[in-house]
C-alpha cells in the first residue's frame, strides 16, 4: 500500500512506493536504456495497458481495440492508489496519509516514433483536450486537491517508454511547489494589486530579448531567473487562473505556441530530453486573483548535483538572454493549418 | 560577470554563470563520460589548479608542489567570482545580486583512485578539519552569508572529475532550502518547545528500523519521509546548530561515522554515484535553539523527472525501513584505528 510521508521541518510530502519497492540490485537496469521492440502504445497492443479511461476514436471501433487517435489509460505501476481512501494517521512524531491518488498516462498518437514539436497542430490540439477533458473530471472528486499534468521525454528525463505520451498524477494534497507559488504570488499582489504573472508578461515585452515564441493569446519565453538552459515558460497573456477552464480559440493557440516552442528546441538542441509541468489552479483553490496558470518546459543538459540539492539555488550556465536568441533563430516550417 | 538573479514569485536565487556560457552544441559534453587519463588533482600537477588556499603537507614541502595530504584550491570555473563586491540592482520588476562569492575544491587524497568510504579513517579526519577550517575562515567574511560544503561523487551525480574532492560555495544569500529549514524547526519548536531534530533522534531510537549506523557521538538513519531510495542523514546526538563548532572527539566520531555510512552504501549499491550536502546555521543566524545542523546523503539512482519537478512531491520506490536493512546488513571490514 503505497504511503504519502511528511517531512516534519520542510512540510514537504514523498510518495513511498511500497508496491514496487526496488532492492539494491534492481536499481541497475533503471539507469540503461530503454530497450526492445515491443510498446504497450502501439496500434493492436491495447490490451496490454489497463483498460482506456477515454479515447478519441473513430465512430465504428470499439474500446481498448485499434482505431484511436488519443488513448488515456491508467498507469500499469502507479504511484498511488485510486481504490484507497485518503486517511490520515500518526506514526509517532510523523505524518501519513494512505497513499490515495490517480496516475493516468495520455497516449498522444498511435505514432511511435512522432513527438508534439512534429505532429500535425491539430493532433497537438487533441492532446490539449484531452488533458482539459481528465482535468475536470478529476477536479470534481472532493478527495482530490491537485491534479498535474506532466510529460517527461526521452531516458535522461525520466521517459521509461519512448512512444509520445504525456501523464496525469491526481494528489488529495496540494503540493508544497504550488502551496510556494500561490503564496508568492499573493505576497507580490499584496504589495502591488497586481499579478505578478501579468507584470512578468508586461516586462518580458518590453525588453524583448527573452522572448521565444507568441500568438494572439500566448507568450513563450525564457523567465529572467532561469533555473536551467533553454528552459522556457508559456503563459496565456490574459489574465487565467485554472487551466481548466481553457476552450475554443485558447486550446487552439495553446497547441500551437507549444507545438511551435517545443519545434525550436527540439531543433535548436537536437531531440533533447526534457520535462514539461503544467502549474495551474484548481476550483476551489485560493489564488483567482494572483495566480496565472503556466507550462513550465525544463530541458535536461544539466545535471543537478549537491549545491542545487543542498541549498535550493541553480547554477544556469545559459543566461535565458543567450537561450532566446538561440530559440528565435530557428527556421521554422510552414504552418500546417 | 556572473549574476544572483531571484525568482519573482518563489523567491529562489539563481546563479547565471554568464563567463562560462554554453551554447547549444556544448551540451552534448556535459553528458559524456569525463575522459582522459590527465587529472589536475594528482601528485605533480599542482600547477594545473589555481593556486593552494591552504594544504595540510609534509613540513619540507612547498605550495604548489607533491608532499600534501589535503589541498584547498579555488575552482578553476568558479559559478561565483571573490573579486565583485555582492552589490544589489533592480533590473524592471526583477532583482539582481552581482555574482560574488567564494567556489573552492578540497582535494581528499592524492590517491585518484580512492574514495571517503575506502580511505584510512585518519585521513577522513583531515578532510573534515579542511572543512572546518574553511568554514571558519569564510564565515568571518560580513560579505557571506551563508557556506555551503557538498560533494557530487560519480558522473550521474554531476561529478567531472574523478579524483575524490569536495566543494565548498560561499554566497552573500542564506539559500531558499537553508530558510526554509530554519524556519520549519522554528514552526516545530514554537508548538513543542523542543529541536524537531533531537525528537527525530529519539523517535529513531524507539523505532529502529530506519538506523544504519551509530556511534558514540553520531547516529546516521534513513529519515522517515525519504525522498530518494537509500537517502540517509547523519546528525550529532547532542542538539548542535554551526558545524564550523565542531572539535576534537567530535570530528573523529563523525569522520568514522561517515566513512562507515558511505562504506554501507558503497558496498550494497556498489558504489553508486552520490552527493552529501552539510546542511547548518552559522554564526549570527538565528535558530540556535531550533536547527540541527546535519548532513544529508543522496544516491542518485532514480531521475528526478517532471512530477517532481512540477509539484515538489518525490516518488520513493524503496521505503527507508528496507533501505536501512539493507544498509546494516553489509558485512564491515575491520576499524582501521
Given at each position: 500500500m503505497p504511503e504519502l510521508r511528511k517531512d516534519p521541518v520542510l512540510k514537504r510530502w514523498v510518495i513511498i512506493a511500497t508496491e514496487r519497492s526496488k532492492r539494491p540490485h534492481d536499481f541497475k537496469k533503471t539507469l540503461e536504456e530503454p530497450g526492445g521492440a515491443f510498446c504497450p502504445f502501439d496500434y493492436g497492443n491495447e490490451h496490454t495497458t489497463p483498460p482506456e479511461i477515454i479515447s478519441f476514436r473513430g465512430k465504428d471501433t470499439k474500446p481498448n481495440e485499434p482505431g484511436w487517435w488519443i488513448r488515456v489509460v491508467p498507469n500499469k505501476?502507479?504511484?498511488?492508489?485510486p481504490e484507497l481512501e485518503p486517511e490520515k494517521f500518526g506514526h509517532g512524531m510523523y505524518d501519513?496519509?494512505?497513499g490515495f491518488g490517480t496516475h493516468e498516462v495520455i497516449i498522444e498518437t498511435p505514432e511511435h516514433n512522432q513527438n508534439l514539436a512534429t505532429l500535425p497542430l491539430k493532433q497537438v490540439k487533441e492532446v490539449i483536450?484531452?488533458?482539459k477533458y481528465r482535468f475536470n473530471e478529476l477536479e470534481k472528486d472532493p478527495r482530490i486537491n491537485y491534479v498535474l499534468i506532466f510529460k517527461n521525454h526521452g531516458k535522461e528525463a525520466g521517459a521509461s517508454l519512448q512512444h509520445p505520451h504525456s501523464q496525469l498524477i491526481a494528489t488529495p494534497i496540494v503540493p508544497k511547489r504550488v502551496i510556494e507559488e500561490i503564496e508568492g504570488s499573493y505576497d507580490y499582489y499584496k504589495f502591488k494589486e497586481r499579478c505578478v504573472?501579468?507584470?512578468m508578461l508586461n516586462q518580458e515585452y518590453l525588453e524583448k530579448t527573452r522572448m521565444v515564441e507568441e500568438n494572439k493569446l500566448f507568450l513563450a519565453f525564457e523567465p529572467f531567473a532561469a533555473r536551467f538552459p533553454f528552459e522556457t515558460w508559456i503563459l496565456p497573456k490574459a489574465?487565467?487562473?485554472n487551466f481548466g477552464e481553457i476552450e475554443g480559440e485558447e486550446v487552439e493557440q495553446f497547441a500551437q505556441i507549444l507545438k511551435n516552442t517545443l519545434y525550436r528546441i527540439y531543433k535548436a538542441l537536437d531531440n533533447p530530453p526534457f520535462n514539461f509541468m503544467?502549474?495551474?489552479g484548481i476550483a476551489g483553490m485560493e489564488g483567482e486573483k494572483h495566480y496565472h496558470w503556466h507550462l513550465e518546459i525544463v530541458p535536461r543538459l544539466t545535471r543537478v548535483a549537491g549545491f542545487e540539492w543542498g541549498s535550493g539555488f541553480y547554477i544556469n550556465p545559459t543566461p535565458p538572454e543567450y537561450a532566446a536568441k538561440y530559440l528565435r533563430e530557428v527556421?521554422?516550417?510552414e504552418e500546417d493549418e
Open positions: 505501476f502507479p504511484a498511488l492508489n501519513v496519509i494512505k483536450w484531452a488533458y504573472y501579468c507584470d489574465h487565467r487562473f503544467l502549474h495551474t527556421e521554422m516550417p
